[in-house]
């Protein structure tokens, strides 16, 4: 294909080229450059040559002259195909006497081996007569591996763009279903401990609030009975008020269970380590699991009280996962911490699953955890294999101090 249709320049003449001093001074011209040049004529046979352009494609310039330079250089496409001279720009050129610039063929040299090309045909007119041409040619393999390098480069660039936007796509929207999903377990914490409060806590004072009106219109009727009649009311109001006492202790442990879900108290006056001793010993309890429980945290370092608390909520997801999902008989607790590391392993005996269902968009709860362990500097790291249990490693590097 033609790279430029509109023509370079008038067709070329050579007055008195034939001349002794201009044929000299053409030939110093030829020589000097490094482009290669030859000349053809209305046959497209070789008239001249220099010498850049005869070494260019592997001959010597006397072997060239006379040749067919289609037939020698320019016979074949770039997949070796014939490449015939009447489709030729360099020939179409001349013989149309209108000048062609081409960069996107070859040229073939003596060994057989090509290059690329840049090529030019100016014809060449004498006496209002096209003679033949003049064409330049420049190997422009290096330009095209660089052009070519720097496609592929371009290509790689827009490949990883579009993998990286897609990632953070998927990463964004796992981002909104899991704060979707933190929202609506908050909403059903909520929701269980306003019916706590209402079921249990509600019928408690409601029970007391009618025990009080029964004691204060029974203590306005006191006067008016006889001595006997009143002493066995007070020894009624008596146990009433025992059991109004009873009430209210069973309120005061509600109240602190519904605090213990909210926030252990352990936490808070014994530490982390000791929280999650109790954590897993409550678990296995009432989940009627076997335990394996190893703990060394002799080396441990005091951890900031946010810190302390995610620790916390991962490891009660990790049981929590167990509780609702392995089916398992036994679980191993393993608990290492020193002053540059905390590990932590949750390993069941239960039914295991498939790697994928732990990388599924809904899987929350382990979406969770990663996000706190990453906001740790740490990391969750999950092995599990259908019929043979699960593992669960929650590894966090601490900052030196």
Known sequence: MFAETAPLSAPMH?????????????SQLLESTGEGIFGIDMDGCCTFINRAGAEQLGFAPGEVLGKNMHELAHHSHADGAHYPEHLCPIFNAFRM???????????????????????????????????????????ISARKRAEE??????DVLEQRVSERTQALSEALQQLRELSAYTHTVREEERTRIAREVHDELGSLLVALKMDVGWLD???????????????????????????????????????????TDLRPSILDHQGLWAALDWQAH???????????????????????????????????????????????S?????????ADEISIRVQDNGKGAAPAAFEAANAYGVMGMRERARHLGGSLEISSKIGLGSL??????LPKT
């Open 14 to 26: 050579l007055p008195g080229a034939d001349q002794p001093v201009w044929r000299d001074k053409l």
């Open 97 to 139: 006497a209108l000048p062609c610039r081409i960069d996107t063929e070859l040229f073939w040299r003596r060994d057989g081996s090509a290059f690329a090309v840049e090529y030019s045909s100016y014809p060449i007119v004498d006496g209002g007569v096209v003679q033949g041409a003049v064409v330049t040619f420049v190997d």
């Open 149 to 154: 390098a720097l496609r592929h480069a371009n």
């Open 217 to 259: 219109k029974r203590l306005g009727e006191q006067q008016q009975r006889e001595p006997v009649e009143a002493q066995a009311m007070r020894d009624t109001m008596r146990s009433k008020c025992q059991n109004m006492g009873r009430l209210i202790e069973a309120a005061v442990d509600n109240v602190g269970r519904i605090i």
């Open 282 to 328: 409550e678990f296995v309890q009432s989940a009627e699991l076997e335990l394996d429980w190893q703990m060394d945290v002799e080396q441990a370092v005091p951890l900031p009280e946010p810190s302390a608390m995610a620790i916390f909520r991962i490891f009660q997801e990790m049981l929590s996962n167990v509780g609702r999902h392995a089916q398992a």
């Open 330 to 338: 036994h679980i191993a607790i393993t608990l290492l911490a020193t």
């Open 392 to 397: 669960f490693h929650l590894r966090i590097q």
